[in-house]
Structures are given as C-alpha cells and as structure tokens.
C-alpha cells in the first residue's frame, strides 16, 4: 500500500460522480462524497424503485434522478460512476459506464466470477481511462497502512503465520432477498460477499499466495451457497494463514493477526477498525524498535469508505487510476475462486489451476452444487 499521491491543484474541477442503486450500501457513498465538495459533485442518482430514488436525492440533495442507467450516462454525463447494486448487476452496468467515458467505483464483490471481472477489466480505456475501481476499503484506514509501511521498513522481520477469520452471523431472514444465497446472482456465500473484505486486506500484507486447501459447508442456512468456509493459504514468501469465513456465529467478529519475526499484529473489529482496535506486540530483543516505530507511524483514518473514496477522487482528478484498480481486484477474487476450487475438487489450488479452462474461472461454484 503506497503512500496516497499529492492532492490536485486548487485549479482541478470536482469529479462529477452518479451513483447507481439506492439501497443501504449507497448512504456510505454518498455521505463519503459530500463531506468533500471540493472534490465531489454528486449530479444523478439511479434506480428502478422510484420512491427509493426519490428518497434517496431527497436525502443526499442530489439534483436528476433516472430509473434507466443509459439514459442517464448519456444526460448527466458523469466523470466517475458508483455502481452500489446487487453483485449480478455489476458486470454489464460497469461496462455501460465505461463505454460511455465514465471511470467506475464499484461495491465488492466487482464480478460473479473471474471471467466475468476480466471482461470488465477489458473494458477500461487503457493509460488515460476510464478505469474501474473495487470497493475494498480495508486498505486504506491508517492501521494498515501503518503495519505495511513497518513490514516495507523492516522492522517487524518476516510474516511467518497470519489468520484471516470472518465469523459472522445472518439470520434465515437475512436470505429473503431473492439475490442472497445464490450462485447465479451472488456468485458465493460468506467467502465471496463478507469474508473478501479481510482476504483483501490479508493480500494487501502478505502479498502473493502460491496455494489454497479449502473446505465448504452448509452448517444452518437454507441456501444454495456455504455458509462456512475454512482454508489454509500458503504465501510466496512462506508465511501461511488460516482463513474462515462464516454467516452462523452469534459471537460476531473480524480478526486478523499476523506472527512476524520481530512481532505478533492483531486487529479485532466488526464490519470496520480504527486505530484503536489495533494492537501489536514485540518479540523479546525487539521492544524498543518496533514500540516506538509503531508510535510514530500513520494514525487517525478509520477503514470506512470516506478513506478510500478520497484517494480515487484525487486519483482521477490527476489523471491517474484510482485504487483499488481491476488487476488488483483480480487478485482478491482469485484467492475467492480457489477456496471454491478447493473445496469442490477436494484438493490443493494453484493460481495456474483458475486459467480460462477451469470450470472456476468462469463461475465460482464450477457449476456445481453444495
């Protein structure tokens, strides 16, 4: 995670952004865009539920509301699109954007499979956009960036163990919605639509993973998809974690820790951390370097979405693509596809293994049923 580029000059124009759903997810945009209205003009809002739409502009102030995406690209033209639907929407609304001029923010998961993500990644405009964004927004709170910059210092030495543990917990009700709990239209269960959030972030520390050993359950929901997934994640550089998504424990958490060398680095949260639910611990011989490399590291920016979005408006106020960009989506998802390969195929994955001929690249579930 490198440092953020230097903010625009008082002379660039505010991003003019449309954000596409209306539902709960899209509130976090839209406070996120308003409180920088130096950066941010929020022109258009779309939806095919009129009074969510209607709602919603009331809300936010946002002036044209549209229940047709194409109509209002070719009307509002916007610089910069947040596509906030549900998951099976997204491949061919990020298209539409992009094909109208129009860089793309879009909410995790970006696509229902890999095939489907590298169709939209092919659909950006090369070095001078438009380019599209994933909402992984993890990366961006100071606590990470503060261990990344520690592990790039060499103060914490080698990662040697990490676990990566969504434990979450969903009611049956939560799966009312005729879009939860399916492969065709979520594309997973908690390990693509929950769990990526910490897998993201586990990647943003540890860099590349060489193989995936995975199982799936069905424990206590009624749905196509797991709701329980474990893994082991083996890294380039010879770390190892244990991964664990879960919708079925009451005793809700987000945890990641990671064994360095020269220290243990703990964050324990919900659904997203501030400095304080950060913690790290020295290895003996090590407590003076890493405690005060620690104290002086970056501090006071939350996990939430106002962190990332800054960054991509300032990004394509520049000229340049904002974070986190599809290859690096690509990347996450990837890890998603081999817990699933894994599992189904009941045996080790590679990256090698999730190529245009695995029945995993082009959906998550290779076709298969739990």
């Not at 979520?186 to 993973?209: F, K, N, S, Y």
């Not at 974070?323 to 009941?346: C, D, G, I």
């Amino acid at each position: 995670m490198p440092a953020p580029p230097p903010g625009p000059g008082p002379a660039a124009a505010p991003v003019r952004v449309a954000i596409v759903g209306t539902g709960n997810i899209a509130r976090f945009h839209a406070q996120a865009l308003r409180a920088e209205p130096e950066r941010a003009e929020i022109v258009a809002a779309v939806d095919i539920d009129t009074g969510a739409l209607d709602a919603f502009r009331a809300h936010h102030s946002i002036p044209a509301g549209y229940t047709d995406l194409a109509t209002m690209l070719a009307e509002a033209g916007p610089d910069l699109v947040h596509v906030c639907t549900p998951p099976g929407l997204h491949g061919p609304q990020v298209e539409a954007c992009l094909g109208a001029g129009a860089s793309v923010l879009v909410e995790k998961p970006p696509a229902l499979s890999l095939a489907e993500a590298e169709k939209m990644a092919a659909a950006e405009g090369g070095d001078h956009g438009p380019w599209m964004a994933t909402v992984f927004q993890h990366r961006f709170g100071s606590g990470a960036r503060r261990v990344r910059a520690l592990m790039d210092a060499g103060v914490l030495g080698r990662p040697l163990l990490a676990t990566c543990h969504t434990t979450w917990f969903r009611p049956q009700s939560y799966f009312d919605l005729p879009w939860r709990g399916r492969w065709d239209t979520e594309g997973g269960g908690p390990t693509m639509g929950h769990g990526i959030h910490q897998m993201d972030l586990l990647l943003a520390l540890l860099g590349e993973w060489t193989e995936v050993s995975a199982v799936l359950r069905r424990q206590a929901r009624d749905v196509q998809t797991e709701d329980v997934s474990l893994a082991r994640v083996d890294f380039a550089d010879g770390a190892v974690a244990s991964v664990v998504n879960s919708l079925v424990s009451p005793q809700e958490e987000s945890r990641i820790r990671v064994d360095f060398e020269h220290a243990t680095v703990e964050l324990v949260h919900l659904y997203g951390y501030g400095d304080g639910d950060w913690r790290i611990t020295a290895a003996p011989g090590h407590e003076d370097r890493v405690d005060q490399a620690w104290a002086a590291g970056e501090s006071g920016t939350g996990s939430g979405h106002h962190a990332q979005i800054v960054r991509v408006l300032d990004a394509l106020r520049e000229g340049t693509p904002p974070p986190v960009t599809s290859a690096a989506s690509l990347n996450t998802l990837r890890l998603v596809a081999a817990v699933y390969a894994s599992a189904f195929e009941q045996r080790p994955v590679t990256p090698a293994d999730l190529g245009p001929g695995s029945p995993f690249h082009d959906r998550m579930n290779g076709g298969r049923t739990l």
